[in-house]
């Protein structure tokens, strides 16, 4: 699977983003999805996680109510609507494709390449 995140860039606390990441190579519909973050200093966080049916979705805490992840798979892609943004959320975003077919995923088999969101105050 290759996976192409977009979408990053500088925006205001308060502001709004929203990332994508393109899928190819696997039949994307039987996939789950997920997005992760990385602030510098920081491990990788999980953000984000969708179902393949799109039916069930989870947030960490701290992006509940704020963030939502989507998928639509006549596109073959994952979306992050980032909203009330804070400084905090300055990362590296990354989204990711589990392997296998349980769910909550395990692990996450397959990584895109990131993309940065910047957060003013």
């Known amino acids: 699977v290759q996976l192409q995140a977009s979408g990053g860039g500088l925006v205001q606390a308060g502001g709004s983003l929203r990332l994508s990441c393109a899928a190819s190579g696997r039949t994307f519909s039987r996939t789950h999805m997920g997005w992760f973050r990385q602030s510098p200093g920081k491990e990788r966080e999980f953000v984000a996680r969708i179902i393949s049916s799109g039916g069930s979705t989870y947030y960490a805490d701290s992006v509940k109510g704020r963030f939502a992840i989507s998928r639509d798979d006549a596109k073959n892609t994952a979306y992050l609507q980032m909203s009330s943004l804070k400084p905090e959320d300055t990362a590296v975003y990354y989204c990711?494709?589990?392997?296998?077919?349980?769910?909550?995923?395990?692990?996450?088999?397959?990584w895109g390449q990131g993309t940065l969101v910047t957060v003013s105050s």
């Open positions: 990711a494709a589990a392997g296998g077919s349980g769910y909550p995923p395990d692990e996450y088999d397959y």
